[in-house]
C-alpha cells in the first residue's frame, strides 16, 4: 500500500493539473465565456477538499479498502473534470 503522503501528492497533482489546464485554455481562449471553465476550477477544488477530507479520516476499519476506494474515486473524479475541460 502507497503511503499517505504519496496519496496527497497524487491528489495534489491530479486537481492542480486538471485546475492549471482550465487556465491554459482561459488564456488561450479570451474572447469565450469563461463561466463554464470557472465552474470546473470551483469542481476541482471541492474534489481536492473532500478528497483530502477522505485521507485524513480517522477511525477507518479496513484502511487498504478505504484508500484503494479512495483512488478510484480520485482517478474517476480526474477523469470526468478532464473531459468537461475537452468538451470547452
Same mark, same amino acid.
Given at each position: 500500500?502507497?503511503?499517505?503522503?504519496?496519496?496527497?501528492?497524487?491528489?495534489?497533482?491530479?486537481?492542480?493539473?486538471?485546475?492549471e489546464?482550465?487556465?491554459?485554455?482561459?488564456?488561450?481562449n479570451?474572447?469565450?465565456?469563461?463561466?463554464s471553465?470557472?465552474?470546473? !476550477? $470551483?469542481?476541482?477544488?471541492?474534489?481536492f477538499?473532500e478528497?483530502?477530507?477522505? %485521507?485524513?479520516? *480517522? =477511525? !477507518? $476499519?479496513?484502511?487498504?479498502v478505504?484508500?484503494?476506494?479512495?483512488?478510484?474515486? %480520485?482517478?474517476? *473524479? =480526474?477523469?470526468?473534470?478532464?473531459?468537461?475541460?475537452?468538451?470547452?
Amino acid at each position: 500500500m502507497a503511503s499517505i503522503k504519496n496519496l496527497k501528492k497524487d491528489v495534489n497533482f491530479v486537481f492542480g493539473d486538471i485546475i492549471e489546464a482550465v487556465y491554459v485554455w482561459q488564456l488561450t481562449n479570451p474572447e469565450k465565456d469563461a463561466t463554464s471553465s470557472e465552474t470546473i !476550477i $470551483d469542481e476541482a477544488i471541492v474534489a481536492f477538499d473532500e478528497s483530502m477530507e477522505q %485521507i485524513n479520516a *480517522k =477511525g !477507518i $476499519d479496513n484502511k487498504k479498502v478505504h484508500f484503494s476506494n479512495l483512488k478510484k474515486s %480520485i482517478e474517476t *473524479k =480526474g477523469r470526468a473534470l478532464i473531459d468537461k475541460i475537452n468538451k470547452l
